[in-house]
C-alpha cells in the first residue's frame, strides 16, 4: 500500500518472455485448446491443421484426454518419437533413438534426474561437476540439492564470454584432493551470457570431456534463438557425430531442450525433454524409470510435440506461425543489440554483446561508497544495486551473484526478450535510477 512513483513492477529477472509481455504462438494454444476441450475439434474458425494435429494428439492419449496418464514414465512413445525426427533434422541425419529420450516436467527435473545418478562418495571422491561461471542462477541451487560439488570454470568476459581449454584445465587441476570431477556443464548458447560456441569451442570441449573422461551435460534451451552476424547453432550431439570414432562412440552426452525456448517461451507448461547419447543401457533405463510411479504431465508433452513439428508451408497454420516466429526472434536480435549499446552508453557498465539466446549479463564498476554500504548491510554490491532499482523504479533485475563471478566484479541479469515498448520503459526506468545513483555515489 506505500505510494511509489511507479505503477506496475516490471520484471526482466528470469527468461519468461510472457511475464514480459510476449505473446504465446497462436497455433500452440490452439491445438492445446482443442486438446483440452475436444469440442472445438468441431469449431471451424480453428485452422484445420490445428484440429487435425489436436485430433491426432489426442488419438495417442489414453482415453484420448489430456486428463489420463501418460503412457509410460518417460513419456507418450508418439513424442519421443516426434523429438528424434526433430533432432534428425536439426543436426542433418545423425540418427536419433526414441529409446534415448527422456520427458518430463521441465528442464531443472531431468537435469536434477541426472545429477542425482551421478551423486556419490564423501570428501575427495564426492562427485564434482565442472560449471561455467556465469552460470543459469538455478544451477548451483540443483548441484547442491543432487550432493555434488561445484567446480567453476571462468568464461572470458572480455572475448565475450568465451570458452577457453586451459581455463578447464585450470579448473581441473583445483579438483585435486577435494573432489572426484565426473561431468562438465556447457550452456550453448549461453545462459545468461549469450555466448554462441562455433565448431572448433565445441570440439575442444568434446576432445577434452573425453581425455578426462568427463560427461558432457548441455543445456541447449535456446538453440532457436541464434542472431549474431556469422553465428550459427550447432547442437554437441552433431558436432560428436561428426568427429572420429574415438569421439563420437565414446563421448557420454546428455542434451537438455525445453518449451521455455525463446521462441516457444511456454515456460509455465514446465515441459522438456533430454537426449542421451553413448550412455550404459543399464544408466538409460534407470533414467527412463527414474519418474515411476510419476508419470510426466500430459499437456506439456503435448505442446512439445508442436514445438519439434510445427506446421510446414503447406499447412494453413503455416504463414500466420512463420510470421509470429518471426515477430519474436526480430524483436528479440533488435532488443539485445539496442540495449547493449545503451547499456554500454551508461557511466559505470560494461555489456558484451549476446549472440544468441535471450539476456544480457552487463558488469557493474559500482562507486566504492555503495560497495562498502552494501557490506555493512551484509549483502552483495549488486544485490544491492537491484534491491534500490525494485524499490525506487519498480524494475526488477537479476543480480550477478546469482549466477557466479569473479570478485570483486558485479553484474545485472536482464531479459532482453520483451515487447519493445516495454524495453523501452525499462530502460528509461534504469537510466533515471542510474543517474541518481551517480549524483548520490560521486
Known amino acids: 500500500g506505500a505510494e511509489k512513483p511507479f505503477q506496475q513492477v516490471m520484471d526482466v529477472s528470469t527468461g519468461d518472455p510472457h511475464r514480459a509481455g510476449m505473446k504465446p504462438v497462436s497455433f500452440v494454444r490452439q491445438v492445446l485448446a482443442a486438446c483440452v476441450y475436444p469440442k472445438l475439434l468441431d469449431e471451424k474458425s480453428l485452422p484445420l491443421d490445428a484440429r487435425q494435429r489436436a485430433n491426432t494428439l489426442l488419438g495417442v492419449c489414453s482415453g484420448r484426454s489430456v486428463g489420463s496418464y501418460s503412457a509410460t514414465a518417460y513419456g507418450i512413445p508418439y513424442v519421443c518419437k516426434s523429438v528424434t525426427e526433430f533432432i534428425m533434422r536439426r543436426d542433418g541425419g545423425v540418427s536419433s533413438n526414441p529409446e534415448d529420450i ?97 565448431r572448433k569451442s565445441i ?78 543401457p543399464a544408466v538409460m533405463k534407470y533414467l527412463r524409470d527414474a519418474q515411476a510411479p510419476s508419470t510426466p504431465p500430459v499437456l ?81 554490491a549488486d544485490v544491492l544495486y537491484c534491491q534500490r532499482l525494485l524499490e525506487e523504479e519498480g524494475v526488477r533485475l537479476g543480480a550477478g551473484c546469482e549466477n557466479g563471478q569473479v570478485d570483486p566484479n558485479f553484474h545485472i541479469r536482464l531479459c532482453v526478450l520483451a515487447p519493445s515498448d516495454t524495453l523501452d520503459e525499462i530502460l528509461a526506468r534504469l537510466h533515471s535510477f542510474h543517474l541518481r545513483l551517480l549524483e548520490r555515489f560521486p
Not at 164 to 171: K, S, T, V
Open 102 to 198: 527422456v520427458i518430463s516436467s521441465g528442464s531443472t527435473k531431468t537435469l536434477l534426474m541426472v545429477l542425482h545418478l551421478m551423486a556419490s562418495g564423501e570428501g575427495e571422491t564426492r562427485t564434482g561437476v565442472l560449471t561455467p561461471m556465469p552460470c543459469p542462477h538455478t544451477l548451483p541451487t540443483l548441484l547442491n540439492m543432487a550432493g555434488l560439488t561445484l567446480v567453476p570454470y571462468q568464461l572470458l568476459e572480455d572475448q565475450g564470454w568465451a570458452v577457453e581449454l586451459d581455463e578447464l584445465h585450470r579448473a581441473l587441476r583445483t579438483t585435486r584432493g577435494h573432489c572426484s570431477p565426473r561431468a562438465i556443464y556447457i550452456s550453448n548458447p549461453g545462459n545468461p551470457t549469450g555466448h554462441v560456441q562455433d
Open 203 to 280: 570440439e575442444e570441449v568434446i576432445r577434452f570431456a573425453a581425455t578426462e573422461g568427463l560427461v558432457l551435460l548441455a543445456d541447449e534451451v535456446y538453440q532457436d534463438s541464434v542472431y549474431g552476424q556469422g553465428k550459427e547453432y550447432l547442437s554437441y550431439k552433431r558436432v560428436l557425430f561428426e568427429m572420429d570414432k574415438e569421439y563420437s562412440k565414446k563421448v557420454e552426452l546428455v542434451s537438455f531442450h525445453s518449451l521455455s525456448s525463446a521462441c516457444m517461451g511456454e515456460c509455465g507448461l514446465r515441459g522438456a525433454y533430454m537426449e542421451a547419447v553413448n550412455l550404459d
Open 300 to 380: 506439456p508433452q503435448l505442446a512439445l510435440e508442436v514445438m519439434v513439428n510445427p506446421p510446414t508451408p503447406e499447412d494453413p497454420s503455416y504463414k500466420t506461425y512463420s510470421q509470429e516466429i518471426l515477430h519474436s526472434m526480430t524483436t528479440l536480435s533488435q532488443n539485445a543489440q539496442r540495449a547493449c549499446e545503451f547499456l554500454n552508453d551508461l557511466s559505470g557498465i560494461k555489456c558484451q554483446p549476446a549472440r544468441g539466446g535471450i539476456f544480457l549479463f552487463p558488469r557493474l564498476h559500482l562507486p566504492p561508497q555503495m560497495v562498502e554500504e552494501a557490506k555493512m548491510l551484509g549483502v552483495e
